[in-house]
């Protein structure tokens, strides 16, 4: 199970903090990564990590602005994410899968339930 929080209203130019707890499992192995779906839109990702860390992806919108870790020992991965923008505004969603190549193409075994997250001007 995967348990997103720190989602919420902030000002456009804002930062927010999302984590993710995972439990009833371990996703150390797994590639752990987060999506989005903003209203009337597709659910895309929005950046990706490796089980060590070692590798990270980011889509084009957010480099610069968002940062993905984990915790492995805590089995939580969080994503950072500074000068937050209009298009920002979306549900976001923890995902995990054994394939940390699945997840950049948009594929993920184990979804959380999502958290939203709104920017205003």
């Known amino acids: 199970q995967l348990v997103e929080s720190g989602g919420g209203l902030v000002q456009a130019g804002g930062s927010l903090r999302l984590s993710c707890a995972a439990s009833g499992r371990t996703f150390i192995t797994y590639g752990m990564g987060w999506f989005r779906q903003a209203p009337g839109k597709g659910r895309d990702v929005v950046a990706a990590i490796s089980w060590s860390g070692g590798s990270t992806y980011y889509t084009d919108s957010v480099k610069g602005r968002f940062t993905i870790s984990r915790d492995n020992a805590k089995n939580t991965v969080y994503l950072q994410m500074n000068s937050l923008k209009l298009e920002d505004t979306a549900v976001y969603y923890c995902?995990?899968?054994?394939?940390?190549?699945?997840?950049?193409?948009?594929?993920?075994?184990?979804w959380g339930q999502g958290t939203k997250v709104t920017v205003s001007s």
């Open positions: 995902a995990a899968d054994q394939g940390y190549g699945s997840l950049i193409r948009g594929k993920s075994d184990y």
